[in-house]
């Protein structure tokens, strides 16, 4: 559907709270009023606000459902999730280094993570997006010293799960949410790098020159000859040392050492054979009486570039040098590192100095030194299963709102001041509004404000007779949004002045202000209640189904609907392949559903229209990369799954159900009316 028939006078709609806003308006939506609002819950979004011309919609008639009319007050929806971070926050970056999270930029490669059999490991990402926010701060402490200044919306990966910063117990603001008793997942924080000083140049010359070059002065018969030469494969460690090298004076010529082979990499080098340059070279490279703290750091840098190597997880800087190895040992021991020397004995009396305590001290390794070989930084794959000091020592309001920055990655998360944090990703959808085929979904909502009055106007029209409407087929019309906007209490109350039938399908407990209103509706129509519950795994609901109410709070609901008179059926929807088919999630879910009272449910298989396969597929090959063919098998004809499957997966939850008392009624079904409710969905209309 296209909106263009849609205006906003500029004096309606607006609610309480509310505050102009000035983001571009999609061409599709002439005339809308865009607002942002100061509550937390709805920071980052943005809300068309628009008087549409019609709301009773006709269903397509090539669509699957048994309902010929709709009533959609919300495009695009606020159930999802919204975080941010200070901007000064650091964020890893895919060459080892860190960046504040306010200075980056889409196409920015850093780190993200993804489980990979038992352990989640270390991948890079991209950056897709990045935007701001003003919200109240919080400050979360670990025990190591790591402070993280984040909203109370933002989430970060604990020894128990995601976690938000802030939540509560019972009521809306139910979530799960980080305490004193929970640790972080990660390595802490970052350590600050080195400055560029002189003696930070002259210790990482020290270390490359005397670890991997040639420098000399000798006499022949011809006359003496002085030489200075560095040849490597990585051309960062080059170039650095070119520069440090012309800072100091000295100019030096490049050329091509060896050409690259079957076995080898091309290694580039410099030289320069003039007295004055090779002396200079000496001088800079003289150990020091007194080393300094920048000396120390630039050292270890250049003996870790020119000697260094880091694989599976086993950092080693090897020589043969007495005095190379003890220069290294002493400025490791210097910043608190604890080292092994490990000897080999070789004939050449190299040794190796073996870096202890796993992938914490790496890190603080190159954030603090700053070697320039950027492929010896890489921690790919790396998992994450140190046992740092990351206990959440307190968590605390600044008392002010501070601006706050969030990114989208490829992975869903990212890593901030060394542990995992969560962030919004993008879901392609919200196109055929003329909307970002990114975080628009999520960010951007479009408001039908005139949705009451429409419904009673076209209800009251000659043309209409009395056909059933459903509701929450498409958008949840119980989605956050509704709680401050409360278009649904004008709608009920149109449909039930007109005694007109209706049916709704939600997810959010939100419903249950409007019991009163369903109550008397139900005593002059059909009135069909629905509750989309697809699974009882809390760790699932939280990495498919962010910022809805959970199972168990969607099922108290169903809970005090039945106990207010209503026969409430549960789509078990969507029910996910390879995630939650399996006999013991059918199992655990229809008993809770037949625990709730519900009086039917009703199994659908996922399914995958345009939109939301592209976001579902993203998900999984980060989530569970194992199950991406299964995936191209099921749904290689398109949207659906195979019949063959959907009649199997039907008849194990029909066998359960019938195992707990749960005849197969229609959904929503209300006991107390003689003539049967609409016919159930046959398909997900929106997966999440």
């Known amino acids: 559907m296209r909106w263009e028939n849609l205006s906003a006078p500029p004096d309606e709609g607006i609610p309480d709270g509310a505050a102009p806003a000035a983001p571009p308006l999609p061409l599709a939506l002439p005339g809308a009023i865009a607002r942002t609002f100061d509550t937390p819950g709805f920071a980052g979004m943005t809300f068309y606000e628009v008087r549409a011309k019609s709301i009773i919609n006709r269903v397509p008639g090539e669509s699957r459902v048994p309902f010929e009319w709709t009533i959609n007050p919300y495009r695009g929806c606020s159930h999802a999730c919204v975080y941010c971070v200070a901007g000064d926050t650091p964020i890893l970056m895919a060459d080892g280094r860190t960046k504040p999270i306010s200075e980056l930029k889409p196409g920015d490669r850093i780190y993200g993570t993804e489980r990979r059999g038992t352990?989640?490991?270390?991948?890079?990402?991209?950056?897709?997006?990045?935007?701001?926010?003003?919200?109240?701060?919080?400050?979360?402490?670990?025990?190591?010293?790591?402070?993280?200044?984040?909203?109370?919306?933002?989430?970060?990966?604990?020894?128990?799960?995601?976690?938000?910063?802030?939540?509560?117990?019972?009521?809306?603001?139910?979530?799960?949410?980080?305490?004193?008793?929970?640790?972080?997942?990660?390595?802490?924080?970052?350590?600050?790098?080195?400055?560029?000083?002189?003696?930070?140049?002259?210790?990482?010359?020290?270390?490359?020159?005397?670890?991997?070059?040639?420098?000399?002065?000798?006499?022949?018969?011809?006359?003496?000859?002085?030489?200075?030469?560095?040849?490597?494969?990585?051309?960062?460690?080059?170039?650095?040392?070119?520069?440090?090298?012309?800072?100091?004076?000295?100019?030096?010529?490049r050329?091509?050492?060896?050409?690259?082979?079957?076995?080898?990499?091309?290694?580039?080098?410099?030289?320069?054979?003039?007295?004055?340059?090779?002396?200079?070279?000496?001088?800079?490279?003289?150990?020091?009486?007194?080393?300094?703290?920048?000396?120390?750091?630039?050292?270890?840098?250049?003996?870790?570039?020119?000697?260094?190597?880091?694989?599976?997880?086993?950092?080693?800087?090897s020589n043969g040098d007495d005095d190379i190895l003890d220069y290294t040992a002493d400025a490791?021991?210097?910043?608190?590192?604890?080292?092994?020397?490990?000897?080999?004995?070789?004939?050449?009396?190299?040794?190796?100095?073996?870096?202890?305590?796993?992938?914490?001290?790496?890190?603080?390794?190159?954030?603090?030194?700053?070697?320039?070989?950027?492929?010896?930084?890489?921690?790919?794959?790396?998992?994450?299963?140190?046992?740092?000091?990351?206990?959440?020592?307190?968590?605390?309001?600044?008392?002010?709102?501070?601006?706050?920055?969030?990114?989208?990655?490829?992975?869903?998360?990212?890593?901030?001041?060394?542990?995992?944090?969560h962030n919004c990703f993008a879901r392609n959808t919200h196109t055929f509004l003329d909307l970002d085929a990114g975080a628009d979904f999520d960010r951007k909502v479009i408001v039908k404000v005139n949705a009451g009055e429409l419904v009673r106007r076209e209800l009251a029209a000659p043309r209409w007779r009395g056909a059933h409407v459903a509701m929450g087929t498409n958008v949840d019309c119980y989605q956050r949004a509704e709680g401050r906007y409360r278009l649904m209490p004008p709608i009920i109350e149109a449909l039930r002045d007109f005694a007109n039938p209706f049916s709704i399908l939600t997810k959010g407990t939100l419903i249950l202000r409007d019991l009163p209103l369903l109550r008397q509706a139900a005593e002059v129509t059909r009135v069909g209640l629905s509750f989309s519950v697809g699974f009882v795994d809390e760790e699932l609901w939280r990495k498919v189904e962010p910022g809805t109410p959970s199972p168990q709070r969607r099922l108290d609901a169903v809970r005090q609907l039945t106990e207010a008179g209503f026969e409430v059926g549960v789509l078990m929807a969507p029910i996910l392949p390879g995630l939650s088919d399996d006999d013991e999630s059918v199992e655990a879910t229809v008993t809770a559903v037949a625990a709730a009272g519900a009086t039917s449910v009703t199994p659908l298989a996922l399914h995958l229209r345009p939109g939301a396969r592209e976001w579902y597929a993203h998900w999984l090959a980060r989530e569970f990369p194992h199950l991406i063919p299964r995936y191209r098998q099921l749904y290689r004809a398109g949207a659906y799954a195979p019949q063959a499957y959907q009649r199997e997966l039907t008849a194990r939850v029909r066998i359960a159900a019938r195992r707990h008392g749960l005849h197969r009624a229609e959904v929503g079904d209300n006991r107390r009316l003689p003539e049967p409710a609409p016919a159930t969905p046959s398909e997900q209309l929106t997966l999440l």
């Not at 560029?196 to 011809?222: I, K």
């Not at 003039?274 to 003289?286: C, F, G, N, P, T």
């Not at 001290?361 to 299963?385: N, Q, V």
């Not at 709102?401 to 990212?414: A, M, V």
Request: hydrophobic share 35%.
């Open 332 to 421: 490791l021991s210097h910043f608190g590192f604890t080292s092994v020397l490990e000897d080999p004995d070789r004939p050449n009396r190299v040794r190796q100095i073996r870096l202890t305590g796993g992938l914490p001290e790496r890190l603080r390794f190159f954030h603090l030194t700053d070697p320039a070989i950027t492929r010896k930084r890489s921690i790919e794959g790396a998992a994450l299963r140190c046992q740092a000091a990351l206990r959440v020592v307190s968590i605390e309001s600044l008392g002010l709102e501070l601006p706050l920055w969030d990114i989208t990655t490829g992975t869903g998360d990212f890593i901030a001041n060394g542990v995992v944090s």
């Open 119 to 253: 352990y989640r490991r270390y991948v890079v990402t991209t950056v897709l997006d990045k935007w701001s926010t003003v919200k109240p701060a919080y400050r979360v402490t670990l025990q190591d010293g790591t402070t993280l200044v984040a909203s109370g919306d933002h989430r970060f990966l604990s020894d128990r799960g995601w976690k938000y910063v802030t939540g509560t117990m019972a009521g809306a603001g139910q979530r799960p949410y980080l305490t004193t008793s929970n640790r972080l997942v990660g390595t802490g924080r970052f350590a600050a790098g080195p400055k560029d000083s002189a003696d930070y140049r002259r210790g990482y010359l020290c270390g490359m020159v005397r670890g991997d070059a040639h420098l000399g002065s000798y006499s022949y018969p011809s006359g003496k000859v002085h030489r200075f030469r560095l040849a490597l494969a990585d051309d960062e460690a080059l170039r650095r040392t070119e520069r440090f090298l012309s800072d100091a004076g000295v100019e030096t010529r």
């Open 255 to 317: 050329f091509s050492f060896s050409a690259v082979s079957a076995t080898r990499r091309a290694i580039t080098a410099i030289r320069t054979s003039k007295q004055r340059d090779v002396e200079a070279i000496s001088e800079l490279i003289r150990w020091p009486e007194e080393p300094t703290d920048d000396w120390r750091l630039g050292f270890l840098a250049g003996i870790f570039d020119a000697e260094g190597s880091c694989s599976r997880g086993i950092f080693r800087i």
